[in-house]
């Protein structure tokens, strides 16, 4: 059984599979990619061949139509043959169409599985784990201090601040891809039946995620809409977006974020935001290290993040551990 290291490899390009001749999400136009999800940092234009899940590549055709490359879709547990390997994309739990790629090779298994969390998401398909020799992991909350609350807690939270606040408005800074959705979603699942209103820059992925069967409840574009009616309203917008002049069309908005990184105190003051809302589509540190313990690889790599904490833990379990160093990609956007 071939040593995982001696066919994949770290090149300035990105993760390169050697007997397979493809990139995993690289960071620069490649003949051969396999895109994990849609995420700006991971899946990006001017490859040749893109294989991807059929949403992720939706995805793609939507943010870079021509230029995404030539697309090649892969369900959910279907084995494609690429070179001598065999890739296979399982869920993984991030945002609609976010895969693991599981690479075969000669009985030797690799993980790489992109960006993940392992809690429940109304707007994708849940974590599978995959038994392997090697796993690939982020630690983009990669500190015993990164406890994420449970997502219900968190709604509930703003549904009180709306509550106390009629004359306000609710503005929620969220990512455009997976976390506006899944507020949304989250929203719905507590009972919140009232239209929420989209900055103009979120209606495009929510309307695709709609259009793959994602239920999101009713939504409304803020375009030309009176200020008083966003009064005791809940408005969605881009996180660049709080501290734009745009926000002069609200009444007096609670400003809140929701993102991992609310869990920093100084983060959420640094950034104006009254209502820090803890809800992340990464793992946090007990789901980072579940999933070291479910995966059972002797090998980790961890890359995306702070990984010094997780290599001592995978370290401390018996594995053999290590730092990548993967550049290009963006915490923040999550
Ligand atoms: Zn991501
Ligand atoms: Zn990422």
């Known amino acids: 059984m071939p040593r995982p290291e001696s066919w994949l490899r770290v090149t300035p390009a990105g993760l390169y599979c050697q007997p397979g001749d493809f990139y995993v999400d ?29 949403e992720t590549i939706a995805i793609m055709r939507a943010r870079y139509g021509e230029a995404a490359g030539g697309l090649q879709p892969a369900g959910y547990g279907e084995r494609v043959a690429l070179g001598d390997v065999a890739v296979t994309l399982v869920p993984a739990g991030h945002v609609l169409g976010s895969a693991q790629a599981v690479i075969d090779y000669r009985g030797s298994r690799i993980v790489v599985s992109g960006d993940y969390k392992r809690r429940p998401d109304p707007t994708c398909a849940p974590f599978e784990p995959q038994r392997c020799d090697l796993f690939i992991t982020e630690a983009t909350f990669g500190l015993p201090v ?18 106390l606040y009629p004359e306000r408005c609710q503005l929620v800074g969220v990512y455009a891809l997976g976390k506006c959705q899944r507020v949304l979603a989250l929203l719905r699942a507590a009972g919140y039946d009232e239209p929420v209103f989209l900055h103009g820059a979120l209606i495009g992925l929510t309307e695709l995620y709609r259009g793959l069967g994602i239920e999101l409840g009713p939504v409304l574009p803020c375009t030309g809409v009176e200020r008083d009616t966003f009064k005791g309203r809940i408005v969605l917008a881009p996180p660049a977006a709080l501290a734009d002049r745009w926000t002069r069309r609200l009444p007096d908005p609670v400003i809140a974020l929701a993102s991992g990184w609310m869990r920093v105190k100084q983060r959420a003051k640094a950034r104006g935001v009254e209502l820090p809302l803890v809800i992340s589509d990464h793992a ?51």
Not at 29 to 44: E, F, K, L, S, W
Not at 146 to 163: G, N, Q, V, Y
């Open 146 to 163: 990164f406890r994420h609350p449970p997502d219900r807690h968190e709604i509930d939270r703003l549904l009180h601040s709306l509550r």
């Open 284 to 334: 946090d540190w007990a789901e980072l290290t579940a999933t070291i313990d479910d995966v059972g690889a002797q090998d980790i790599w961890v890359t995306h993040g702070r990984e010094e904490a997780l290599v001592h833990y995978a370290t401390q379990q018996g594995r053999n551990a290590r730092a990548l160093a993967l550049t290009g990609f963006d915490e923040e956007e999550e």
């Open 26 to 54: 690289p960071t620069r136009p490649v003949a051969r990619a396999v895109i994990t999800h849609g995420h700006g940092d991971h899946a990006r234009p001017g490859n040749d061949a893109v294989l991807a899940t059929p």
